[in-house]
């Protein structure tokens, strides 16, 4: 079965059920690992109602227990949550039959009760698997959005316009809040200034005060030889954004100085900059024309 992960918080969620707390106690001091948040309890119904009522990516869960055994809270689970993973505990092989288990409640691992480097395996075994899923299916939402607003970005016909659209979308969909793009006004549509400009955050400025209250930085910016797309700054990055037609045309600058950006995300959104603006010079350079 396909499981889809219920949030897109990276921390993993493992809940586990044991009717021995020393056991639970020793499980969950073997994981030191902040981007987990493991919650223990010998109480197959709270184990339950906490599944109900919480996200959690990972089930580990002991097999005999009183007064419901493993199999049983399992296949309750089962019944309104189809994607949670889940490890199941014995040490009872005679009396559960893994292969027989693992297709009727759909479990995705075994584990010998009492066997911790087992267990430990097992659980960062899925771990990776639920974090490489998370982030997947995180890309993907992103992608949508990004496909959901690329029809309004080419029914404008006014660079400025551009940056406005483009610049909150990605402020929100890659979580910075301070950003701005700045590009180069080869059209001369900005009442002679060099720059068209849009910022978000601190850089929510006009062009005019951007220049003098970040002159060592826009300074900077201009020394710049766009030879390759990313550059890594003091306190964040700037992508280069450029066209066939005018080797350099601007940037798009993100600060965050532990920002870690996907790059094919990112280079969706540097291309579909450089071909809406391509598309608005065209259009602009057809209409002078008439």
Same mark, same amino acid.
């Given at each position: 079965?396909?499981? #889809?992960?219920?949030?897109?918080?990276?921390?993993?969620? @493992?809940?586990?059920?044991?009717?021995?707390?020393?056991?639970?106690?020793?499980?969950?001091?073997?994981?030191?690992?902040?981007?987990?948040? @493991?919650?223990?309890? %010998?109480?197959?119904? &709270?184990?339950?109602?906490?599944? *109900?009522?919480?996200?959690? &990516?990972?089930?580990?869960?002991?097999?005999?227990?009183?007064?419901?055994?493993?199999?049983?809270?399992?296949?309750?689970? /089962?019944?309104?949550?189809?994607? @949670?993973?889940?490890?199941?505990? %014995?040490? +009872?092989?005679?009396?559960?039959?893994?292969?027989?288990?693992?297709?009727?409640?759909?479990?995705?691992?075994?584990?010998?009760?009492?066997?911790?480097?087992?267990?430990?395996?097992?659980?960062?075994?899925?771990?990776?698997? @639920?974090?490489?899923?998370?982030? $997947?299916?995180?890309?993907?939402?992103?992608?949508? !959005?990004?496909?959901?607003?690329?029809?309004?970005?080419? /029914?404008?016909?006014?660079?400025?316009?551009?940056?406005?659209?483009?610049?909150?979308?990605?402020?929100?969909?890659?979580?910075?809040?301070?950003?701005?793009?700045?590009? &180069?006004?080869?059209?001369?549509?900005?009442?002679?200034?060099?720059?068209?400009?849009?910022?978000?955050? *601190?850089?929510?400025?006009?062009?005019?005060?951007?220049?003098?209250?970040?002159?060592?930085?826009?300074?900077?910016?201009? *020394?710049?030889?766009?030879?390759?797309?990313?550059?890594? =700054?003091?306190?964040? +990055?700037?992508? !280069?954004?450029?066209? =066939?037609?005018?080797? #350099?045309?601007?940037?798009?600058?993100?600060?965050? =100085?532990?920002? =870690?950006?996907?790059?094919?995300?990112?280079?969706?959104?540097?291309?579909?900059?450089?071909?809406?603006?391509?598309?608005?010079? $065209?259009?602009?350079?057809?209409?002078?024309?008439?």
């Amino acid at each position: 079965m396909n499981k #889809k992960i219920k949030s897109e918080n990276s921390v993993i969620k @493992i809940l586990m059920l044991d009717d021995e707390r020393s056991t639970i106690d020793a499980v969950i001091g073997s994981f030191d690992d902040e981007k987990m948040f @493991i919650y223990g309890t %010998t109480d197959p119904f &709270d184990a339950l109602e906490k599944i *109900k009522s919480n996200e959690y &990516d990972l089930f580990v869960t002991d097999y005999l227990m009183k007064p419901i055994n493993g199999d049983e809270v399992i296949e309750r689970i /089962r019944k309104f949550d189809d994607m @949670i993973y889940i490890i199941l505990l %014995t040490g +009872h092989a005679e009396i559960v039959s893994p292969k027989e288990t693992f297709k009727r409640l759909d479990i995705q691992y075994y584990c010998e009760k009492g066997k911790f480097d087992t267990l430990s395996m097992c659980v960062e075994s899925a771990c990776r698997v @639920i974090s490489a899923q998370k982030k $997947l299916e995180n890309i993907s939402e992103k992608l949508k !959005h990004i496909i959901s607003f690329i029809p309004t970005m080419y /029914r404008v016909q006014n660079p400025l316009e551009i940056l406005k659209i483009i610049l909150p979308e990605i402020s929100y969909l890659f979580g910075i809040k301070d950003t701005f793009l700045l590009i &180069d006004d080869v059209i001369n549509i900005n009442y002679g200034n060099k720059y068209l400009y849009y910022g978000l955050g *601190k850089f929510n400025v006009t062009l005019e005060v951007f220049s003098h209250q970040f002159s060592d930085f826009f300074q900077n910016i201009e *020394k710049d030889n766009y030879q390759k797309m990313f550059a890594e =700054k003091e306190h964040g +990055h700037v992508f !280069h954004i450029k066209n =066939k037609f005018i080797k #350099k045309v601007g940037i798009l600058y993100l600060e965050n =100085k532990g920002f =870690k950006y996907n790059e094919e995300l990112m280079n969706i959104f540097i291309t579909l900059i450089e071909s809406a603006l391509e598309n608005i010079f $065209l259009y602009i350079l057809y209409i002078e024309k008439e």
